[in-house]
Nanobody, 119 residues
Framework: QLEVVESGGGLVQPGGSLRLSCAASGSNLDGWRVGWFRQVSGKEREGVSCIARTGKSIVYADSVKGRFTISRDRADNMVYLQMNDLKLEDTAVYYC????????????WGQGTEVTVSS
């Protein structure tokens, strides 16, 4: 059974950077598309970025294009989300998930890591 765990969240000032990590255990991430999602309390969860199994296809939400970078490290069974030039509106709980389609059919979810952008 695949399990994923997020880490790397925290408090950062606007314009700052954070790198989120998604660590997998129990199985290999190689067979899955991996996505990062975020959710603000009271709002729907939204897709932030996802990376295909091969790593050749990457999708970003318009709101994070040019600021966030997703990558995967097959050797360490990890996926990362580098977040630069953070904005107040990036504040949310960020989730890593493994699935099959760009923004749907995700079956394995982590517990989330909180990102707060505040001055």
């Amino acid at each position: 059974q695949l399990e994923v765990v997020e880490s790397g969240g925290g408090l950062v000032q606007p314009g700052g950077s954070l790198r989120l990590s998604c660590a997998a255990s129990g199985s290999n991430l190689d067979g899955w598309r991996v996505g990062w999602f975020r959710q603000v309390s009271g709002k729907e969860r939204e897709g932030v970025s996802c990376i295909a199994r091969t790593g050749k296809s990457i999708v970003y939400a318009d709101s994070v294009k040019g600021r966030f970078t997703i990558s995967r490290d097959r050797a360490d069974n990890m996926v990362y989300l580098q977040m630069n030039d953070l904005k107040l509106e990036d504040t949310a709980v960020y989730y890593c998930a493994a699935g099959t389609n760009v923004w749907s059919d995700y079956f394995y979810w982590g517990q989330g890591t909180e990102v707060t952008v505040s001055s």
